[in-house]
Nanobody, 120 residues
Framework: QVQLVESGGALVQPGGSLRLSCAAS????????MSWVRQAPGKGLEWLST????????RYANSVKGRFTISRDNAKNTLYLQMNSLKPDDTAVYYC?????????????RGQGTLVTVSS
């Protein structure tokens, strides 16, 4: 059964950085595109980024392009999200997700999430 466990969420000041991790199990991680999505308080789910199975291809939402970097370590079955220049609007629960494909935004599994709060 697919398991995705996020970690790394914290309280950080505006302008700060944070790296989220997601440990994956229960499926062939190296064969699947993976994504990060988030949900801010009172808002819907927002897609942020997707990485292809090999790690050589990435896509980003305009809201995070140039500030966030998605990466993966297939040897460790782990997905990462490096977040720089954080803003209060980045406050949200962040989820890693197993994607149906690299080019679409359809997800077929999601973790429990990790909370990121950006505040002074």
């Amino acid at each position: 059964q697919v398991q995705l466990v996020e970690s790394g969420g914290a309280l950080v000041q505006p302008g700060g950085s944070l790296r989220l991790s997601c440990a994956a199990s229960g499926f062939t991680f190296s064969s699947n595109a993976m994504s990060w999505v988030r949900q801010a308080p009172g808002k819907g789910l927002e897609w942020l980024s997707t990485i292809n199975s090999g790690g050589g291809g990435t896509r980003y939402a305009n809201s995070v392009k140039g500030r966030f970097t998605i990466s993966r370590d297939n040897a460790k079955n782990t997905l990462y999200l490096q977040m720089n220049s954080l803003k209060p609007d980045d406050t949200a629960v962040y989820y890693c997700a197993k994607s149906v494909s690299f080019n679409g935004n359809t997800l077929d599994a999601r973790g429990q999430g990790t909370l990121v709060t950006v505040s002074s």
